[in-house]
């Protein structure tokens, strides 16, 4: 699977951005999928994630509420919509795909995506 990022840019806090990411090489209904984060200086961070059919999904404590993940699987797409922005959601952002979840988030690792670079101004 190869994986695309795209959406990101500069926007000021208390602003939205919707992050999507487009899935090639093969349909991505059978993986779980996600987004992560690093912001500069730091590791890269578990953002939220999908479950294949979509059913379920899967936040961090620092987005729950403002960001919603969300998944196509005919047009193979993963979309993040983010609202209510904070400086510190700066970062570049990743996408990536499991074909076999564990269950622990940092476990979505099988492709990744080139990032997209978020940047929030106060």
């Known amino acids: 699977v190869q994986l695309q990022a795209s959406g990101g840019g500069l926007v000021q806090a208390g602003g939205s951005l919707r992050l999507s990411c487009a899935a090639s090489?093969?349909?991505?209904?059978?993986?779980?999928m996600g987004w992560f984060r690093q912001a500069p200086g730091k590791k890269r961070e578990f953002v939220a994630a999908?479950?294949?059919?979509?059913?379920?999904?899967y936040y961090a404590d620092s987005v729950k509420g403002r960001f919603t993940i969300s998944r196509d699987n005919v047009k193979n797409t993963l979309d993040l919509q983010m609202n209510s922005l904070k400086p510190e959601d700066t970062a570049v952002y990743y996408c990536?795909?499991?074909?076999?979840?564990?269950?622990?988030?940092?476990?979505?690792?099988?492709?990744w995506g080139q990032g997209t670079l978020v940047t929030v101004s106060s």
């Open positions: 090489g093969r349909t991505v209904r059978s993986v779980t």
């Open positions: 999908i479950r294949r059919s979509g059913e379920r999904t």
């Open positions: 990536a795909a499991e074909n076999f979840w564990s269950g622990d988030y940092y476990d979505i690792n099988d492709y």
